[in-house]
């Protein structure tokens, strides 16, 4: 049974699943991923809108990855313009955040780049992996 890992993408940086759940198929692991969402979003509906869930296969290339905002409840009672408004708008924080979060990694490969070239040693690391 293929396993898949469920990394929770916030403002804050990537949060990695480290151990993984063995699923039948990606449809399981897309019906599983709903389910933590749910439990996620349980009372922080509007704090956890722009939160994405990006799912990994067993080699841990993405399958898919999922917008919060596009599968909350408590929106239901807007009209489908304000849900489509606030949907692109967690949508581009999302985005927003993935590039502050590669500049970050490219200023620490940078300086790591910089230090060796001194001669100095220079180890960065970011989510527990080095850098650089």
């Known amino acids: 049974m293929p396993r898949y890992y469920f990394n929770l993408k916030k403002r804050e940086g990537t949060l990695l699943d480290p151990d993984g ?25 509007v704090r956890t809108r722009a939160w994405r869930l990006a799912v990994m296969d067993q080699d841990r290339n993405p399958c898919f990855e999922l917008l ?30 993935d590039t502050i979060v590669d500049v970050r990694a490219t200023m620490l490969q940078l300086r790591g780049t910089l230090a060796r070239s001194d001669g100095r040693p220079y180890v960065a690391a970011e989510n527990g992996r080095e850098c650089g």
């Open 21 to 45: 759940t063995d699923l039948p198929d990606e449809a399981a692991a897309r019906k599983h991923a709903l389910q933590v969402m749910r439990e996620l979003m349980h009372n922080a509906h």
């Open 68 to 97: 919060f905002a596009s599968h909350d409840g408590s929106m239901a009672h807007f009209t489908p313009e304000l849900r489509s408004s606030i949907e692109m708008v967690c949508r581009r924080q999302a985005s927003l955040t």
